[in-house]
């Protein structure tokens, strides 16, 4: 027996036969030819095929990814179709093409520098090297695809991946989140990489998945051979080789017992642990993990992967259905947030230069498309009458205005009256708001006064608050959660909602890192929503708290000046 050490990625544990996944094997470059050889016409045009196929590859696997493990994952896929369109990247091709080099070594070698450059950055920057050879395999698949001289097979490396024996635990150098996106959870007891880290996409889709996985483990792992039996351990971050009966006993003790009940720090105060739920695959596995309810129903997916718009009624019967599966429990229902980095074709939003700080969330529900959030209202206030109802609450994305919580709740008023008037059961459920914005931080003890809760959205505060664009690697360090800039704006609102009867919670990722359970007990949330996967950690991380503990190790976080001090007082490490 021996043990290989990683960074844990998955909090689960599973036991399977190692399979080595090698997909270069498939990507075997012809030689080079003299450039003088070279018809640069031709090749450029084999380059611009190229581009299609992957564009309509990274399209289909985007829409895979979102019925399988949400939108909010499958979102990194519109990132790698704008690497298709970079300028500076197509252009060195283009240009390298032009001077004699087949298409393939072009792009090889363009995306090689690329991923070079990425790879000698720190923290999550160095992790989105693998989305570049995503992009970059994609297009050598469809260059190499259209070659006579070479054996390539378009595609297998994917194909292999979908079709595993049951038991495998798969090992990479690392994984795309293409590979990882393909896995059936059924089959793969585990994933162990070379490379990679907790932050990369293809980690976050394998947490989607719930698959055990522990990434970065290091050059050890090559000397484990096909078939060789492991235990993967996403909690602590190991990989088990030939385990022994007792180490193979304790395989379901690795991950947290999965805890049914509602639970309290260990001085009694009450945590509300929920789920994020991005499409009707995800309720399931929600109550599988003992979710205190949906803390985070992003709608927006019922109106993906469509022509029209879903009807009043599909709404309502996907609405009652999660309803039905936390029928003592609370669902809070996410109104239509789209425009910024989530569009939908049909609606034809316009193309706007800065699209995060353009017309998305409520400003597009209360401007021209109303008419959506009426039908959306009406769905939503005849399924807060349905059995099981009474635990429906709604919340408003993106506010950022007073006028737009008063407009938003005059329209369900609105919608109210209109069924009474129609004869048809309704009832007001609980209203919210995403504190997602700077304004909406400075205004909560306003917008506590006139709603029912605050749900703080820490991904898009972030982002917000630090004037750094999520899905822009050049400015990732400035895209953490633990910033003592953000932390003091969770506090704020918080400490706003204080002597009101609003309770508020967290949905953005934050809230599902045990590491931090701590610290958000401390800064005083009712309610912590994330990933299915992590509610069984976090819950009994809480229930292993002591509340004036954390609120000591709050107030001393709050005290700090820089994220590394944060950390520091946290014992976490740097990102």
């Known amino acids: 027996m021996r043990t290989l050490t990683g960074v844990g990625s998955t909090p689960l544990s599973g036991v399977g036969a190692a399979r080595w996944y090698r997909p270069e094997a498939g990507l075997t470059l012809p030689d080079r030819p003299d450039p003088s050889a070279v018809d640069a016409d031709a090749e450029l045009a084999r380059f611009a095929d190229a581009r299609d196929a992957a564009r309509e590859s990274i399209r289909d696997a985007r829409d895979r990814a979102a019925e399988r493990v949400g939108e909010e994952e499958a979102a990194v896929f519109e990132a790698h179709e704008q690497f298709l369109d970079d300028p500076e990247l197509v252009g060195d091709i283009e240009a390298a093409v032009g001077d004699g080099t087949p298409a393939e070594h072009a792009v090889h070698d363009r995306f090689a520098a690329a991923i070079e450059q990425f790879e000698a950055l720190d923290g999550p920057m160095a992790e989105r090297a693998d989305d570049l050879r995503d992009v970059r395999d994609r297009l050598l698949r469809a260059l190499l695809n259209t070659r006579t001289d070479t054996d390539a097979d378009d595609g297998a490396a994917l194909a292999d991946l979908g079709d595993l024996p049951a038991g495998t635990v798969l090992l990479a150098e690392r994984l795309t989140p293409s590979d990882t996106a393909e896995l059936d959870p059924d089959a793969v007891a585990g994933i162990a990489t070379v490379s990679g880290g907790r932050t990369a996409h293809a980690a976050i889709i394998a947490r989607s998945l719930s698959i055990p996985a522990v990434v970065g483990v290091g050059e050890p792992l090559r000397e484990v051979e096909d078939g060789a039996e492991l235990l993967v351990d996403g909690t602590d971050g190991r990989v088990v080789v030939d385990p022994d009966a007792a180490t193979r006993g304790g395989v379901g003790s690795a991950a947290a017992p999965v805890v049914t009940e509602r639970v309290s720090t260990a001085d009694g105060r009450s945590i509300e642990v929920a789920a994020n739920v991005g499409s009707e695959a995800e309720i399931a596995p929600a109550t599988e993990r003992g979710a205190d309810g949906i803390g985070l129903f992003r709608s927006e997916f019922l109106f993906y992967d469509r022509e029209t718009p ?266």
């Open 310 to 575: 879903p009807t009043e009624e599909d709404q309502y019967e996907a609405v009652t259905a999660a309803l039905s599966a936390f029928p003592d429990d609370r669902v809070v229902v996410r109104t239509l947030d789209i425009g910024g980095d989530k569009r939908v074709p049909y609606l034809d939003l316009p193309d706007e230069a800065n699209p995060f700080l353009g017309r998305r969330g409520i400003r597009l529900s209360l401007g021209e498309h109303r008419d959506l959030f009426e039908t959306q209202l009406r769905a939503l206030l005849r399924a807060a009458a349905h059995e099981g109802g009474e635990g429906l609450a709604v919340m408003f994305p993106l506010v950022s205005r007073i006028e737009e919580v008063e407009d938003a709740i005059s329209a369900v008023e609105s919608v109210a009256a209109d069924l009474d008037g129609e004869g048809v059961d309704h009832a007001v459920p609980e209203l919210g708001a995403m504190v997602e914005t700077p304004a909406a931080v400075f205004l909560a003890d306003r917008l506590a006064e006139r709603l029912d809760f605050l749900s703080i959205g820490t991904n898009d505060l972030t982002q917000y608050v630090m004037a750094a664009d999520r899905e822009n690697d050049g400015v990732d360090a400035y895209h953490d959660p633990l910033h003592p800039a953000v932390l003091r704006a969770i506090d704020r609102t918080v400490s706003a909602a204080a002597g009101t009867d609003a309770w508020v919670g967290m949905c953005g990722e934050m809230a599902g890192d045990p590491a931090l359970t701590e610290l958000l007990v401390g800064l005083g949330l009712d309610e912590l929503s994330m990933s299915a996967v992590t509610v069984p950690a976090v819950k009994n991380r809480v229930s292993e708290i002591d509340s004036a503990e954390a609120t000591a190790l709050a107030d001393e976080a709050l005290a700090r000046e820089t994220r590394t001090e944060v950390r520091d007082v946290l014992g976490v490490d740097g990102e």
